[in-house]
């Protein structure tokens, strides 16, 4: 089902500061490169437009993201996707069971539920739970609450306590959840996150209580970040490019910044190997030279992957390297860097 998405009455300054900060952003940066990102990003020349022309017109794009293609290509919420969903029962049912599997996989993959067996059919099958009684389950084994905070109206996803879980809020949950784990096990005090969507992951991994988080991003997704995140987890939670750091705020800066961030751990889900092979050499490297542990989700369908990066560079890297239990053809690889 469809968000109604939230009255917002109060949310001049954020605006305003989100148009600084990618104003600020975008003239520290250069090109994407070689990356299907160029191509993305020139599609949405309306929104850098609004971005720049004034508070108002920012705010429109920024409140509604829905009404243009302003998430295309890091998260679920867009115009033609809304309207194909709104005009098909078979596409709701789909969705719907999408979004329905990856809660079961992410169950699975937090020990909340078990895992079948086909090769035992006869012994003790999983319990058959609903998407929210899973959901109650999972939120036992992860360090925060399981909420789904929904600023916009047409987020499409499962009903629960009233918000609506979609499938990518459902992979940063299980993201979250890992990054604190290996945060807490390995003594990693600050996190960096390189290309991080929408900020879901920055929310539930702020939510367990890593308040020393800062996420990396080209200016036009830093910008949807910094109004979700501060419409979520408030504004007084959110630093922006070219504001004094504040203690306890998640940072969000352009790629040009990087060196201002602390990152005893490096994360990256689903991003690094769509970037110009240079940028994310780049990325790696900064990875391996400041950081305790490197955790990537990632495909390995383009022309270079995440792995021969790190073995070009480090090849005795330690390296634990398995299938994504929640994201089909997704490689998860953890680098024990020092």
Aim: with cysteine; aromatic share 10%; proline share 4%.
């Amino acid at each position: 089902m469809f968000s109604k998405g939230q009255v917002v009455t109060d949310d001049a300054d954020l605006v305003r500061r989100v148009r600084a900060a990618y104003a600020a952003s975008m003239s520290s940066f250069g090109d994407l490169g070689d990356s299907q990102w160029a191509t993305l990003t020139g599609w949405k020349a309306p929104i850098h437009e609004a971005l720049l022309s004034g508070d108002e017109e920012a705010a429109a794009v920024l409140r509604d993201p829905g009404a243009s293609n302003f998430f295309v290509g890091f998260d679920v919420l867009d115009k033609e996707r809304t309207e194909r969903l709104s005009a098909s029962k078979e596409a709701i049912q789909y969705e719907t069971a999408v979004v329905d599997y990856a809660i079961k996989l992410v169950a699975v993959a937090t020990g909340a539920a078990r895992i079948n067996n086909p090769e035992a059919p006869d012994h003790r099958p999983p319990e058959q739970r609903s998407a929210a009684e899973s959901l109650d389950e999972i939120e036992k084994y992860v360090p925060f609450l399981v909420e789904f905070p929904n600023p916009f109206k047409d987020e499409f996803g499962i009903e629960y306590e009233g918000e609506y879980a979609s499938v990518r809020a459902i992979f940063a949950i299980y993201q979250a959840y890992k990054t604190a784990l290996l945060a807490k096990s390995l003594g990693c005090n600050s996190v960096l996150e390189i290309g991080a969507g929408l900020g879901r992951s920055a929310f539930y991994s702020y939510k367990a209580g890593i308040k020393n988080y800062t996420i990396i991003d080209i200016p036009l997704t830093s910008a949807a970040q910094a109004y979700f995140l501060g419409r979520t987890l408030g504004e007084d939670r959110i630093s922006l490019y070219g504001e004094e750091p504040r203690a306890g705020a998640i940072r969000i800066l352009p790629p040009a910044a990087i060196g201002e961030a602390a990152c005893d751990m490096t994360v990256n889900v689903d991003s690094l190997t769509e970037m110009d092979r240079g940028v994310a050499e780049g990325y790696i490297a900064h990875a391996l030279d400041k950081s305790k542990v490197l955790f990537s989700i990632n495909h390995e369908v383009n022309s270079f992957t995440v792995n021969e990066i790190i073995r070009s560079r480090r090849p005795d890297a330690k390296i634990f390297r398995n299938g994504s239990p929640v994201r089909a053809g997704y490689m998860e690889e953890i680098v024990f860097i020092r």
